[in-house]
């Protein structure tokens, strides 16, 4: 939710014109995010000045603003700094008084953006205004920008300087949060920090950086106290510890300098997600949690924030600069006409990715290499605990079952929102498996903190390299999905179900009992490609169901029994999401028990009748809501004739446990035709956003 992009450059000749472009771009990447106004804020004519421009609504909105707007967009700029972000209103409606950024004051002194909330602000807000401070805005942005104002009015004498300041406001702050911080009283300077909100920053360069990782500064007793930590003997068995690197004790951050030891041009981008980067630099570093990047001269500086005695004593030294593996073409629609249409025809090509370099077709074997080292201990726990939210939710539950047939642990799936509100009981002989498709998942990272509290093995299953989740959690598996802009998830929920089937093969491995049941889904998953091709080629025959059948209904049941319930979860889940009809995924086998009441010859249902052992009680479920005059879809296999009804949606069969991967698809398809159908916003659906980085 809502989404951060700061341009700054040295030495980097740039008109406003250009810079403004830069900054819409950033935001335009970022607008799967979900957001409901924007705005930028830029260096003004005069040193002290500063010019903003706001939107309530769309990035396309904010482009039409500025051209409307009488500034000289031929000034240039040697050096510069620039913010901008899309807010997701959490405090005040949207309005231009609330779009980010929001300043200090009238002179602009501290301009700030803002993901996350603030939960004391209300406090601070109390106090500062007590002191003679005015507020024009709801939002919770402004106490900080107010706060930073107060803080340096305090200190007449003596300048601090920005990073020292922004350290004293970040301490009296509580909740989670990503800022950048500019101000006219330190020009050509930006603070950026972070605490359980994603930040990234790009560094671009004419010439090879002299070193391709960044110092964390340390303060005295910092330095003192990870330099004594680093002599302190380890214990290389534990495999729960959290990943440490070697601690070094630098207190001062190498330069960003060429190899012949001169400041060079140099341009640095902040966002919360890679896609706002990648068309300009694949060079990014991610900041951890309290640190605090200081950006100036072409220098880049980090350093920590301390709250308590207690934080963090393992922390890593440097901050390395990586290498981004997306294509600029895998952000952009090409020949379709959404994101969600282009990313539902990726998926032969998607779940091929999920498998490449991990399934041996041959000698049927599985390997993931991120979870070698820990295999001995995972099949030794006592439970294996699933926790995720939303689709990454029904793709644990649509592999539950085949965990428990192949390595007869018990499994548990849990939303991760009631997993904390229970203070469910966690172990140190449990396995917890988090999934996220953005790896930054609010709900699904304060689960992840409270298991690794508890001494819990923690397990990643993500899509997105270098995130939160990939980061804290002590082993996983990248899905390889690609990058996924459309708000509601499709190939991801295809490769997080592929990666979790190959988590469960690989822990049956040592089970020569299990090896022809293991050897069959291996086969099932090298013919799934062409099959998923297969369902593809019926979109238009769903297109045209969107358009009849289903048109103008307002609600819509799906059911399904065993391996087909979280394909029914799933595929009204997409229903809901982007064509707004209410819509229900029930368990076939609880149909008497009360869903039974809503059939009727005026209730459209969905039932999922591809073969496997719960055909012939799925069949009784058909039975019953024909006997009520309902007209049911029928999902079934090619070649299925025992099934009577007017409307058929085949699909090819496959291995019980991979079935549910070729059934979503015609689903994904319906509701995206539906949505089109209806005139609505494909991609980016209202009330929703793709990265829910609040609780």
């Not at 949207?94 to 700030?112: A, G, K, Q, W």
């Not at 602000?121 to 107010?146: C, H, M, P, W």
């Not at 799906?558 to 997409?574: D, F, I, S, V």
Request: hydrophobic residues 40%; aromatic residues 8%; contains cysteine.
């Amino acid at each position: 939710m809502c989404g951060i992009f700061g341009y700054c450059s040295f030495l980097k000749e740039k008109e406003r014109k250009e810079i403004v472009e830069i900054l819409c771009s950033g935001l335009a990447r970022q607008e799967y995010r979900g957001y409901d106004s924007c705005g930028i804020g830029i260096d003004g004519d005069k040193k002290d000045e500063v010019f903003f421009f706001k939107d309530v609504g769309k990035v396309a909105g904010l482009r039409k603003t500025i051209a409307e707007s009488k500034a000289d967009f031929s000034k240039t700029f040697a050096s510069q700094v620039s913010i901008a972000h899309t807010r997701w209103a959490t405090h005040g409606p949207p309005s231009h008084i609330n779009c980010h950024p929001i300043r200090s004051d009238p002179t602009n002194e501290f301009i700030v953006v803002h993901n996350g909330i603030v939960t004391n602000s209300n406090a601070l807000r109390q106090v500062l205004q007590k002191r003679g401070y005015k507020f024009e805005s709801e939002t919770d942005t402004e106490a900080v920008a107010i706060l930073a104002k107060y803080i340096y009015d305090s200190q007449p004498e003596k300048r601090m300087s920005f990073t020292s300041l922004v350290k004293a406001v970040l301490k009296e702050l509580e909740g989670s949060f990503a800022f950048v911080f500019k101000s006219i009283h330190y020009p050509n300077e930006v603070v950026t920090a972070r605490r359980g909100s994603p930040l990234l920053i790009g560094v671009k360069t004419d010439k090879k950086l002299k070193v391709d990782f960044v110092d964390v500064e340390l303060s005295g007793a910092d330095a003192e106290r990870q330099t004594i930590d680093s002599l302190a003997p380890k214990d290389p068995a534990s495999l729960l510890a959290p990943p440490t690197q070697p601690k070094m004790s630098r207190r001062q951050s190498r330069n960003f300098m060429s190899e012949d030891g001169l400041p060079q041009p140099i341009e640095f981008f902040i966002a919360s997600d890679a896609a706002a980067i990648v068309e300009h630099t694949k060079r990014v570093l991610y900041l951890e949690d309290d640190d605090i990047a200081h950006i100036a001269e072409g220098q880049l500086h980090i350093h920590r924030l301390r709250r308590d005695d207690n934080d963090k004593p393992d922390l890593p030294s440097t901050r390395n600069i990586e290498t981004l593996e997306i294509e600029i073409a895998a952000i952009m629609k090409g020949k379709f006409d959404h994101f969600m249409q282009k990313e539902i025809f990726e998926q032969p090509e998607s779940v091929v990715n999920t498998m490449r370099g991990r399934v041996n077709f041959e000698g049927h074997k599985v390997t993931l290499g991120g979870l070698r080292a820990y295999l001995p201990f995972i099949r030794r726990c006592r439970r294996i605990v699933f926790c995720a939210c939303g689709t990454s939710y029904h793709s644990a539950l649509a592999t539950r079952a085949i965990f428990e047939e192949l390595t007869e642990i018990p499994v548990v799936i849990e939303l991760a929102s009631d997993f904390l509100d229970r203070k469910t009981p966690i172990f140190r002989d449990d396995v917890c498996v988090f999934v996220s498709q953005s790896g930054e998942t609010a709900d699904t990272i304060l689960a992840l903190r409270y298991c690794l509290e508890r001494g819990a093995l923690c397990v990643g299953v993500v899509n997105s390299v270098g995130s939160t989740l990939s980061r804290e959690t002590h082993c996983g598996i990248h899905i390889n999905a690609g990058p996924e802009i459309g708000v509601a998830s499709t190939k991801a929920y295809t490769s997080q179900y592929i990666a979790l089937m190959l988590m469960a093969l690989q822990l049956s491995e040592d089970r020569i009992s299990l090896s022809e049941r293991r050897n069959s889904i291996i086969q099932g998953l090298y013919e799934l490609p062409n099959q998923i091709k297969a369902v593809l080629d019926v979109d238009k025959s769903l297109r045209e169901l969107a358009g009849s059948v289903l048109a103008n209904q307002r609600s819509l049941l799906l059911m399904g029994r065993g391996y087909q319930h979280a394909t029914c979860l799933e595929g009204a889940l997409k229903i809901k999401e982007i064509s707004y009809m209410h819509s229900e995924g029930i368990l076939a086998g609880e149909l008497k028990h009360g869903p039974l009441a809503l059939i009727d010859e005026n209730m459209p249902v969905i039932i999922i009748m591809t073969q496997d052992s719960l055909y012939p009680k799925v069949q009784s479920a058909f039975a019953q809501i024909t006997a009520r005059k309902a007209h049911p879809i029928v999902i079934c296999n090619e070649g299925d004739t025992d099934v009577n009804a007017e409307y058929f949606i085949r699909v090819p069969k496959t291995v019980d446990c991979l079935q549910g991967l070729l059934n979503i698809i015609p689903l994904q398809l319906l509701s995206y035709h539906l949505a089109v159908k209806n005139g609505f916003d494909v991609d980016f659906p209202r009330n929703l956003a793709k990265s829910v980085t609040t609780e």
